[in-house]
């Protein structure tokens, strides 16, 4: 044992109290850069920290529990359209239960649209229809085929499809990500059941994920093995406005699954917990996360984080116009009313935070702004593409849908005139995909503070058992 003197012992005791981010607690190094200003943006990370943890937070928990924004439809089975891939996980945390097709709410199914009363067709000079006898009342009869001025109105089934096709071809060009909730493959899943966490997925198949939205779909090429392969000071702001938001969700997501990590064994199921026992893992976060572990990239991720949340608020923020009319429309008056209410209580929650992203400095300027604008989307949307081709059910669910969420956000900010939501399609998936998403930035930024409490509590007694061996 080192043999110092009670002054020399003293001293250090105290610099190691007073300096916790020194080598000797590599685990609050993630913590203590974490400070400041927010890269791209006008915020500070404590001021994030305080309006999430106190506002926003216990807001979302309390709305994405609604039958509206629990359900969620997806197309769990589509095949990887880049590589090969059989390296599924068998695991069984990594299943996702689907619903049964009387567990949907039947507003969501379309099943109690408001059936519009028929309109009468009329004959040339205004006058009703008798539809059965193709008289017109009282006496003249209506217009026919033979009639110069007759227009068949009918559209055979063919046209009404390829009509629809039509319109999907348009919307599409506005979105950022690929939609596939319409799919016939595509089905519910009760978000409630599926839950996000640490599920055993891991190694080659994740990583290549991962390697493929980093090195093929950001604008420009680095090498995978160094972490600090991207030189934010060599790109422009759309350049680092993308890789921030690529980071800020892959941090995001790390989180989550340091937040629910898999304790038990997944060998030995419990009696007691046949599901198995699920907790905050700090080592694990501490490997995802110490700047010793990612070659001091670890606390800048953590701050795309903060970056992301900044982006996807101002999103939602100014969705505010189509939010406010939109009808939430489950089946149950009672909770449909309540989720208004809610969404009511958020905006006005959102309308009131000073410091939101900027997305009007963006894609300003010549013709080389505007191509790179197109680049921009359809990066992203080879992003959104990639999901399927996880390999764990589970994973994919929340990727796709965190995905979708900020490809929704993506769309809101960009895909406007004159910064006017007015004309902005949006599907219900949509809405159900951002505040979802939105979510879960909301619910890493929260779990950071138990995370640094639990930092704090590891420190304190390294702290104290130092103290006794000086």
């Known amino acids: 044992m080192l043999t110092l003197t009670s002054r020399q012992g003293a001293l250090i005791t105290l610099i190691l109290l007073t300096s916790p981010c020194l080598a000797f607690f590599e685990s609050e190094d993630c913590f203590c850069e974490l400070k400041g200003s927010i890269e791209d943006c006008q915020c500070e990370v404590d001021t994030v920290d305080s309006f999430n943890n106190v506002k926003i937070y216990p807001r979302l928990r309390s709305l994405l529990v609604k039958d509206y924004f629990r359900y969620f439809r997806v197309n769990l089975r589509k095949k990887c359209p880049f590589w090969h891939d059989d390296s599924k996980c068998s695991m069984r945390y990594c299943s996702v239960q689907s619903c049964q097709e009387d567990e949907v709410p039947i507003g969501l199914k379309g099943e109690f649209k408001k059936k519009e009363a028929p309109i009468s067709p009329t004959c040339g000079d205004g006058l009703s229809c008798d539809i059965s006898s193709q008289t017109k009342t009282p006496k003249t009869q209506c217009n026919g085929p033979e009639s110069l001025d007759y227009l068949n109105t009918s559209l055979s089934e063919k046209i009404v499809k390829d009509m629809e096709l039509w319109t999907a071809y348009d919307n599409a060009q506005e979105n950022f990500c690929i939609l596939d909730d319409n799919d016939?493959?595509?089905?519910?899943?009760?978000?409630?059941?599926?839950?996000?966490?640490?599920?055993?997925?891991?190694?080659?198949?994740?990583?290549?994920?991962?390697?493929?939205?980093?090195?093929?779909?950001?604008?420009?090429?680095?090498?995978?093995?160094?972490?600090?392969?991207?030189?934010?000071?060599?790109?422009?702001?759309?350049?680092?406005?993308?890789?921030?938001?690529?980071?800020?969700?892959?941090?995001?997501?790390?989180?989550?699954?340091?937040?629910?990590?898999?304790?038990?064994?997944?060998?030995?199921?419990?009696?007691?917990?046949?599901?198995?026992?699920?907790?905050?893992?700090?080592?694990?976060?501490?490997?995802?996360?110490?700047?010793?572990?990612?070659?001091?990239?670890?606390?800048?991720?953590?701050?795309?984080?903060?970056?992301?949340?900044?982006?996807?608020?101002?999103?939602?923020?100014?969705?505010?116009?189509?939010?406010?009319?939109?009808?939430?429309?489950?089946?149950?008056?009672?909770?449909?009313?309540?989720?208004?209410?809610?969404?009511?209580?958020?905006?006005?929650?959102?309308?009131?935070?000073?410091?939101?992203?900027?997305?009007?400095?963006?894609?300003?300027?010549?013709?080389?702004?505007?191509?790179?604008?197109?680049?921009?989307?359809?990066?992203?949307?080879?992003?959104?593409?990639?999901?399927?081709?996880?390999?764990?059910?589970?994973?994919?669910?929340?990727?796709?849908?965190?995905?979708?969420?900020?490809?929704?956000a993506l769309k809101i900010l960009f895909s406007t005139e004159n910064g006017s939501v007015e004309n902005l399609k949006l599907q219900r998936n949509e809405i159900v995909s951002l505040l979802n998403a939105f979510g879960r930035l909301s619910n890493s930024i929260y779990k950071l503070d138990d995370f640094r409490e639990m930092v704090k509590q590891k420190d304190k007694s390294n702290s104290k058992r130092l103290k006794i061996e000086f």
Not at 245 to 268: E, F, Q, R
Not at 296 to 313: A, D, R, S, V
């Open 184 to 408: 016939e493959d595509s089905e519910y899943v009760d978000l409630l059941l599926n839950p996000e966490r640490y599920t055993g997925y891991k190694g080659k198949s994740a990583e290549r994920v991962w390697r493929s939205i980093y090195t093929e779909n950001c604008f420009q090429t680095y090498s995978w093995q160094k972490p600090s392969f991207f030189k934010l000071d060599q790109m422009c702001l759309e350049e680092r406005v993308f890789y921030r938001a690529i980071s800020g969700l892959h941090t995001s997501i790390n989180v989550h699954l340091c937040a629910n990590y898999l304790l038990s064994d997944p060998n030995k199921p419990s009696l007691i917990k046949p599901n198995g026992q699920w907790g905050m893992n700090l080592g694990e976060f501490e490997r995802r996360f110490s700047p010793s572990t990612t070659g001091g990239q670890g606390p800048n991720w953590l701050k795309n984080l903060y970056f992301l949340y900044l982006l996807e608020l101002r999103a939602i923020k100014k969705a505010a116009p189509l939010l406010d009319k939109w009808e939430f429309y489950t089946g149950n008056e009672r909770e449909d009313w309540d989720t208004k209410m809610a969404i009511k209580d958020l905006m006005e929650t959102i309308r009131k935070f000073p410091s939101h992203f900027d997305e009007s400095t963006m894609f300003i300027g010549d013709a080389n702004k505007k191509k790179l604008k197109i680049e921009f989307r359809d990066h992203f949307r080879n992003v959104s593409r990639i999901m399927d081709c996880v390999g764990c059910d589970k994973c994919k669910l929340w990727g796709k849908l965190q995905t979708q969420g900020l490809g929704t």
